[in-house]
């Protein structure tokens, strides 16, 4: 008995290797959702924008996309400056990949709290790593179902979902910074609810920390 699975990526560099190596049917690809790509500026910026040229102005210090070779929406993007000769305009000002965590420290003797920088850049650490596709790909290839969900998983997650698909309930709205509605907290009414994390009430150089 034959056996077939989906697949859904947000790529077509995903999947035209597959195609290529006959994994695919041809005809079985279809274009089933979409995407737009979207500029985005801090709440407080100054700065007037008015579309992906203005980010050719030396007022914009810092640009960040996603990893291209990872990330499709940091692909999309790299298309997109390409396409309007922005790209190396702006090669000098794109963030690299790295994480940068930011701790409040009190030093000792001083009353006041001061920041503490945990930066981190993974191309220095850990060098250069494939990406999730080719991880995935390599896996398929490879027959090691460790990154895969079980087919039985996947047709109950669809019989929980599905009525939901079918029947969308009341989208229920709610301040930004709260915790959401109150409804919410009816979801796991019997089984102990929500564990929220406790807020001082107060700035943390008020409370001593």
Same mark, same amino acid.
């Given at each position: 008995?034959?056996?077939? *699975? ?11 290797? /597959? ?39 030396? $007022? ?6 996603? $990893? ?9 993007? @790299? $298309? ?5 000769? *922005? ?41 250069? $790593? ?5 991880? /995935? ?8 179902? @460790? ?63």
């Amino acid at each position: 008995m034959s056996r077939r *699975l989906a697949m859904s990526s947000a790529a077509n560099r995903a999947l035209n290797p /597959l195609s290529s190596r006959a994994f695919i049917e041809p005809t079985t690809r279809r274009l089933v959702a979409g995407n737009s790509l979207v500029l985005i500026v801090p709440a407080d910026s100054k700065v007037p924008l008015d579309g992906f040229r203005s980010l050719a102005s030396p $007022q914009i210090k810092k640009l960040s996309i996603g $990893q291209p070779k990872t990330v499709p929406a940091g692909d999309y993007a @790299q $298309q997109a400056l390409k396409h309007l000769d *922005l790209l190396e305009s702006v090669k000098d000002r794109k963030t690299r990949d790295a994480v940068k965590s930011v701790l409040e420290a009190k030093q000792t003797g001083e009353e006041k709290l001061r920041q503490v920088h945990l930066d981190l850049l993974f191309k220095q650490q850990f060098g250069n $790593q494939p990406g999730p596709y080719e991880r /995935l790909l390599a896996d398929a290839l490879a027959g090691n179902q @460790q990154r895969f969900a079980r087919e039985d998983s996947v047709i109950e997650t669809w019989r929980i979902v599905q009525p939901l698909l079918d029947k969308p309930c009341d989208i229920e709205t709610y301040e930004p910074g709260t915790w959401g509605p109150e409804s919410a907290s009816q979801l796991l009414h019997g089984y102990g609810g929500w564990r929220r994390p406790w807020l001082p009430q107060a700035p943390l150089e008020a409370v001593g920390v």
